[in-house]
């Protein structure tokens, strides 16, 4: 059973997800300060987000779009939007 954390996003204290999504700095922050619940809401915004844009996950700068709104979903600041695509944008409150 995975530890409780103190939620960076929601603020409450949740079982967290107990192991790093990613292989980097951003994804030991996510297992570390992250609840299971908020992690369930940015896999939905994601998939949004994915669909809106019309993102291409074998493109690098989808990626880095990708991984840029995850960041600031979960421990704030600015949300990029679309560098990839800008006639999608404007729909999606962020
Ligand atoms: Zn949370």
């Known amino acids: 059973m995975a530890e ?3 939620c960076a996003r929601c603020g409450e204290r949740r079982e ?5 999504p990613f292989p980097n700095e951003v994804g030991r922050r996510v297992g570390a300060e992250i609840c299971g619940q908020c992690w369930k809401e940015w896999l939905q915004r994601q ?3 994915i669909n809106h844009y019309g993102l291409d996950l074998m493109n690098e700068d989808a990626q880095t779009f990708l ?3 995850m960041k600031a979903f979960f421990f704030g600041g600015e ?3 679309a560098q990839i695509d800008t006639s999608k944008e404007g729909t999606v409150k962020w």
Request: charged share 10%; net charge neutral; glycine share 12%.
């Open 4 to 6: 409780q954390v103190k």
């Open 16 to 20: 967290g997800l107990g192991y790093a």
């Open 47 to 49: 998939n949004m987000i």
């Open 67 to 69: 991984f840029d709104n």
């Open 79 to 81: 949300a990029p939007t």
